[in-house]
């Protein structure tokens, strides 16, 4: 496969644990984030998204927390599988555009 | 489920080329963008388009253009390949503004 990026910061885990991806914004005008997982090889493929009005936000084994004091977001993955291994990114949206602003990404590798 | 599909996963390339990738989006949005993807860069937006026949710069449009005749198809040209648009070209497409953007899963262009 192909690598979606050099020198990503790595976070690896074992089968099972419980994993905490995070993610840093910059501008607090910012007002809708979406968490990206993307596999190698493929196109991002959308995970969870929240909105600025919400502190979290939870789906299937994921939960999305949102601390915008520190302008802070991080991505929960709950009972982690070995199909989880990918790169995540985090974007988020300005007020008023269209455009998302990507982080650099997060790369999780989960052992059996 | 949205789908956005590319029209090559793999393309080869001559310096000096033209070359057309393609972009179809099954969902009826409204806007749509291309990105390339370079490891150690992340996704950089080369150009996007919120309607039939309308286009905004990205951040990196040079050596590219675009082209929106119809909603749901939007293509990226290179006018003259050249060895550093070596990369893998990502499409995307969304709702509205505030939406979620959508991947399709890729073209890897190589340029020689």
């Known amino acids: 496969g192909e690598s979606v990026g050099l020198h990503l910061p790595t976070l690896s885990v074992q089968e099972g644990d419980n994993s905490i991806i995070n993610c840093a914004y910059s501008?607090?005008?910012?007002?809708?984030f979406i968490w990206y997982k993307q596999e190698s090889g493929k196109g991002p493929q959308f995970i969870i998204d929240?909105?600025?009005?919400?502190d979290k936000r939870q789906g299937q084994r994921v939960t999305v927390l949102l601390n915008k004091t520190v302008k802070h977001l991080s991505l929960q993955i709950a009972a982690t599988q070995p199909g989880d291994s990918a790169v995540y990114f985090c974007?988020?949206?300005?007020?008023?555009?269209?455009?998302?602003?990507f982080g650099k990404g997060t790369m999780l590798l989960v052992s059996p | 489920d949205v789908k956005v599909t590319q029209s090559s996963r793999y393309l080869v390339k001559r310096t000096g080329e033209k070359v057309f990738l393609e972009c179809v989006q099954d969902?009826?949005?409204?806007?749509m963008f291309w990105y390339r993807q370079d490891p150690g860069l992340g996704l950089r937006l080369i150009y996007f388009?919120?309607?039939?026949?309308?286009?905004e710069k990205g951040d990196i449009p040079e050596g590219y253009s675009v082209s929106r005749e119809k909603k749901e198809r939007f293509s990226l040209i290179l006018e003259s390949a050249s060895t550093n648009q070596t990369s893998m070209y990502l499409c995307?497409?969304?709702?509205?503004?505030?939406?979620?953007?959508?991947f399709g899963p890729g073209t890897r262009l190589t340029v020689l």
């Open positions: 995307a497409s969304s709702l509205s503004n505030t939406d979620t953007q959508y």
């Open positions: 501008n607090s005008a910012s007002d809708y």
């Open positions: 929240i909105r600025s009005n919400m």
């Open positions: 974007a988020e949206i300005l007020s008023g555009y269209s455009t998302l602003t």
């Open positions: 969902m009826d949005h409204e806007n």
């Open positions: 388009s919120y309607d039939v026949k309308m286009k």
